[in-house]
């Protein structure tokens, strides 16, 4: 006589074990999808991919007007975003032997050094704008310049005019606390790292930059 439910012949699978194959294949094409996913369409070689392709655009605008000063700005920027550092440089070179006064280019240039951790470079542009056309930029790079090269208490001199300038930067907050850490000050590293986060309550950095220092805190996003 026939029992009653699944008629099992000899080599077949039992429906219990087959589920769990079943599932364990789904598992695993899930994984696969999550890691294609994310070299594919999510991971940071998307971004890379998305500067190449402007790149592309802006190559042909230089082409088109190669004394255009803020196409060969433009075309450097994209270079520094895929970190082409040779050619960025070689672009913003160009852009100031068409003016050699342009402060956009300058500032690049600037940058560029910066980037590339050459600060002596980055200092000498940065001083020359000083002298002739300050600014928010001007003095918040020269801060940066110096506390990397750890002339801490010139830092702070720049960093405190560029905060003067722009009272709700975060990044301008964040680099004179860790410049009054190394000048000793830490009740005044304290209020630049909590300045930080009134502005920005996310900002993982400054909140270790507290914990290091015994110091737990909750923010509220000033202006809101």
Do not use: C
């Amino acid at each position: 006589m026939q029992s009653e439910g699944i008629i099992r012949k000899e080599g077949m699978i039992p429906i219990g074990q087959a589920r769990l194959i079943i599932l364990a294949v789904a598992v695993i094409y899930l994984a696969l999808g999550t890691v294609f996913g994310y070299i594919f369409v999510w991971s940071p070689n998307k971004a890379v991919t998305r500067y190449e392709a402007e790149i592309k655009d802006a190559l042909k605008t230089v082409k088109q007007k190669p004394n255009d000063i803020g196409a060969r700005i433009n075309l450097g920027f994209k270079y520094m975003k895929t970190q082409k550092f040779d050619e960025a440089k070689a672009e913003y070179n160009a852009a100031l032997q068409i003016d050699p006064n342009n402060r956009v280019a300058i500032l690049n240039m600037a940058y560029f050094f910066l980037e590339t951790k050459n600060y002596k470079e980055a200092d000498k542009y940065l001083e020359n704008l000083n002298k002739t056309d300050p600014g928010f930029q001007v003095y918040f790079m020269l801060g940066k310049s110096k506390f990397m090269q750890k002339d801490f208490n010139a830092a702070i001199q720049k960093l405190q005019f560029a905060r003067d300038l722009d009272p709700t930067d975060t990044e301008t907050h964040y680099y004179m606390g860790l410049s009054y850490l190394k000048t000793g000050e830490k009740d005044k590293a304290a209020e630049e790292f909590k300045e930080a986060l009134q502005f920005d309550p996310n900002r993982r950095d400054a909140i270790e930059e507290l914990k290091k220092m015994g110091i737990s805190y909750k923010s509220e996003v000033k202006g809101h």
